[in-house]
């Protein structure tokens, strides 16, 4: 996984928006308070956009809006098929995993 600079946020959300067309994701929430939560199995996605004003992420799915609060950092694995993986750490240092295929 590498790395992504929080200034190429918001160019990077609008590039990987651009590859999801017909994808599906699957959103993991982990944090010591919860554990390894499930929010969205395999639904639709729309678009991954950062909002700079606001500083979150939201992740635009069929039926659900998930917004990561105050990012601290973003990682995200890709290979030649596109995105696979996009992982962030948000404020509170909860991780959200969010898969796609």
């Given amino acids: 996984m590498e790395a992504v ?5 918001a160019a990077f959300g609008k ?3 651009k590859g999801l067309t017909g994808k ?3 959103i993991e ?13 395999w639904v639709r996605i ?12 939201e992740v635009a799915l069929e039926g659900l ?8 950092e973003v990682f995200a694995e890709e290979s030649a098929s596109g995105l696979s993986l996009l992982a962030i750490v948000d404020g509170e240092g909860t991780r959200h ?5």
């Fill in 15 to 17: 590039r990987v928006t």
């Fill in 5 to 9: 600079k929080k200034s190429d946020w």
């Fill in 46 to 57: 729309f678009g991954v956009d950062y909002d700079r004003k606001d500083d979150l992420f």
């Fill in 97 to 101: 995993l969010i898969r796609f295929r």
């Fill in 29 to 41: 929430v982990d944090s010591l308070e919860i554990g390894a939560q499930i929010q969205a199995e």
């Fill in 24 to 26: 599906q994701a699957e």
């Fill in 65 to 72: 809006d998930h917004l990561i609060n105050k990012p601290r």
